[in-house]
């Protein structure tokens, strides 16, 4: 039997390390770690769970407080061919590129400390279609959840879409209108929706109660086939110059 114990045993949690250490509750200690103020031998480290042997130096950033982290929302430019929700066979999950090595590097006059804790719990709205890219939305927070589910849809969407072919004669204004729905009694059609040339090959549309997935459908209808999708707002919100790929939080002061 050897003299020393094994290390599992000499070792104990961060979070009651930190709580002996600051003599501050457990839960007080694992704010400060979630928050990542504390450092084990020089690096932060982020999981109350973390082991710690006796000779490892933890400190605490001063004037650090334990507080609750507030929840974030995130804005990524979603690449195509990815899905908004869980992986599926072959399909991966844009929420599968958040990490901070993914943050764009943008000029912010509020920069935020990119946080473990930012990364989970977060839903997702407003889906857009597997081959689209651009703006999707990732959020803890309560209020903004209740915002896009309550209202989501008559938040207006602003999609550039890519199309080929020749459109019909008003074909712009039939969409303007609002599209027929087949199979109705000549009365239901679609909600109006504004549709522009952007430019040669590609329409701006700015949708209200539309789901993106009818994008492909009303295209078709005015003699366009959809080659791409990009979703660049939503309600006030806009993915700015975010790369493809990359993402950034929501910042105070913006509203859906």
Not at 3 to 16: D, G, T, V
Not at 96 to 114: C, N, R
């Amino acid at each position: 039997m050897s003299e020393s114990l094994p290390e599992q045993q000499q070792s104990i949690r961060l979070a009651k390390r930190v709580a002996e250490q600051e003599k501050c509750s457990r839960r007080e200690a694992e704010l400060h770690i979630e928050a990542g103020n504390v450092q084990v031998d020089g690096k932060v480290v982020q999981v109350p769970e973390t082991r710690v042997s006796p000779e490892q130096v933890v400190t605490v950033r001063a004037g650090a407080k334990p507080e609750a982290l507030p929840p974030v929302t995130i804005l990524m430019n979603k690449p195509s061919g990815m899905t908004q929700g869980k992986a599926y066979g072959r399909v991966r999950s844009a929420h599968s590129l958040l990490g901070e090595a993914t943050k764009a590097q943008l000029d912010t006059p509020m920069p935020q400390l990119v946080l473990d804790h930012h990364f989970k719990n977060l839903e997702s709205f407003l889906t857009i279609p597997l081959p689209a890219s651009g703006l999707i939305v990732y959020t803890q927070d309560k209020r903004i959840i209740r915002k896009l589910a309550e209202e989501g849809q008559w938040l207006e969407q602003e999609i550039i879409v890519g199309v080929e072919g020749q459109i019909i004669e008003d074909g712009l204004e039939i969409l303007y209108e609002g599209l027929p729905i087949p199979g109705g009694n000549g009365h239901r059609r679609m909600p109006p929706c504004h549709v522009s040339w952007q430019n040669e090959g590609h329409l701006r549309f700015a949708l209200k109660g539309i789901a993106p997935e009818e994008i492909e459908k009303m295209c078709d209808a005015i003699g366009l086939s959809v080659t791409s999708m990009r979703r660049l707002r939503i309600g006030r919100v806009s993915l700015g110059k975010v790369p493809e790929g990359q993402w950034r939080y929501l910042m105070p002061w913006e509203r859906f």
